[in-house]
């Protein structure tokens, strides 16, 4: 069964420090893709990333940085110099090979404090 | 750059009611999806539909709920009966194809907010 746990439920950190959001998937499936989004206070939902399974390279984008580890089946996401603006919740998300749907974890809500 | 869009923003409607949300997917997308929100929850896939029919539908998609691409750029999803618990933010996704060998990425649009009062 397929499955996204993000344990941290909320986290608040002073602006300018980095801040790790933790996720861990499961999946019996060797082809799956790992996502993040974000979702402002406005309640969009806003793509970051997408990363297919046999892409373990991790990905910088600006402040915005992506450990996807097999290993240990976790697909981290940080935010360096944090900034106000990236006050959001954020959700890793799922898809397996042959299906659909996206599958969300509950969402990391960061605040971050000026 | 084009985008999905969702109309309305916010809809507030009685227990009972019959309520249709709408949404306009990018226009050379084939796949077309659902999901809902409950608020402070996380988001939920309700169905997908390509090719003029379903294609996977979730155990929340019961018989209250029905998707249709009535013409060549809306697709909607009509809930018959609301309840109370269908109180969500309602997100329209579209894709290109969900090629098996390749990634593939759903663009969602900005939501709407269905209240049942």
């Known amino acids: 069964a397929q499955k996204v746990t993000q344990a941290q439920t909320e986290i608040s950190v002073v602006e300018k420090e980095d801040v790790t959001l933790d996720c861990v998937y499961e999946?019996?499936?060797?082809?799956?893709?790992l996502f993040w989004y974000k979702q402002p206070p406005s309640g969009e939902l806003v793509f970051l990333i997408r990363?297919?399974?046999?892409?373990?390279q991790n990905e910088i984008s600006g402040r915005y940085s992506w450990n996807f580890q097999k290993s240990t089946s976790s697909f981290n996401f940080t935010i360096t110099a944090s900034q106000v603006v990236d006050s959001a919740v954020y959700f890793c998300?799922?898809?397996?090979?042959?299906?659909?749907?996206?599958?969300f974890g509950k969402g990391t809500r960061l605040h971050i404090l000026p | 750059e084009p985008e999905v869009t969702q109309t309305p923003s916010h809809q507030v409607t009685q227990m009972g009611q019959e309520v249709i949300l709408r949404c306009v997917p990018i226009?050379?997308?084939?796949?077309f999806y659902w999901y809902r929100q409950i608020l402070g929850q996380k988001v939920e896939f309700l169905v997908s539909?390509?090719?003029?029919?379903?294609?996977?539908k979730s155990e929340i998609f019961d018989d209250q709920f029905s998707v249709e691409r009535p013409d060549g750029s809306n697709f909607t999803l009509k809930i018959r009966s609301t309840k109370l618990e269908d109180s969500a933010m309602y997100f329209c996704?579209?894709?290109?194809?969900?090629?098996?060998?390749?990634?593939?990425?759903?663009?969602f649009g900005p939501g709407t907010r269905l209240t049942v009062t």
């Open positions: 996704a579209s894709s290109t194809t969900p090629d098996r060998l390749s990634s593939y990425e759903q663009y």
């Open positions: 999946t019996r499936d060797t082809t799956y893709y």
């Open positions: 990363r297919n399974s046999f892409d373990e």
């Open positions: 998300a799922l898809s397996e090979e042959g299906d659909d749907k996206i599958i």
């Open positions: 226009s050379n997308h084939l796949y």
């Open positions: 539909f390509y090719n003029n029919e379903i294609s996977e």
